[in-house]
């Protein structure tokens, strides 16, 4: 007989890039903002694609946060479309955003047991004298195996702000990681690639 029994413990660590976005993930989805209008999107789509030069504020002072920034601006300038300054006047727009990056702890517990028992018994008579016996054994083998997993979780929201304060295009982004890259390389290069699709979107409208 044969017996696998297997369990999984997740403790779980929260890191927040910002406050405020912390308070934000709270918020159920049925109360996003509504979409604009058909000639609100022609304008924000102009203003999108007129977007060259782009100043990356600070998501927090975290290290987290810092690192995620760092990501963002080289995943941008690996996009080859646009020029990243460090000169916020220069700017067409300024990308702002919150990050937030959790950390679990999935422990791995697996048992196995394995039982063997034997019995072996005779009876014999001769006349009136009969002979008989029994004889058993039992044996028992138990293994158990214990493994931790860390998974993080990278999630960052930006926004791209016009020079006239106008949020022109928004984004929010997560992963668990890639195969070769971590969770935080992931969702920045998610981020730039994103923009990216959405600029193409706004110079050539579909019809």
Known sequence: MRRVFAGLIIVSTLT????AFCQTTS?????SAPKPAPDQRAELAAKLSTVKRIYVESFGD??????LQAMVINALAETKRFIVTENKDK????LKGHSLEKTSQEVHAIGEGTGVAMASGGHS???DVSHGGFSGKAMGIQDSKLSTETVN???????????DG???WSTTQESLGAKFKSASADVADKVAKQ???DLDKAVSPRL
Do not use: F, M, P, Y
């Open 125 to 127: 008579s001769n006349g």
């Open 27 to 31: 918020v159920s989805s049925s109360a």
């Open 91 to 94: 700017a067409d727009a300024v």
């Open 195 to 197: 923009l990216v699709r």
């Open 16 to 19: 927040c890039g910002h406050a």
């Open 153 to 163: 979780d990278a999630r960052l929201a930006v926004r791209l702000v016009a020079q």
């Open 166 to 168: 106008d949020v022109i």
């Open 62 to 67: 975290d290290e987290i946060s810092k690192t």
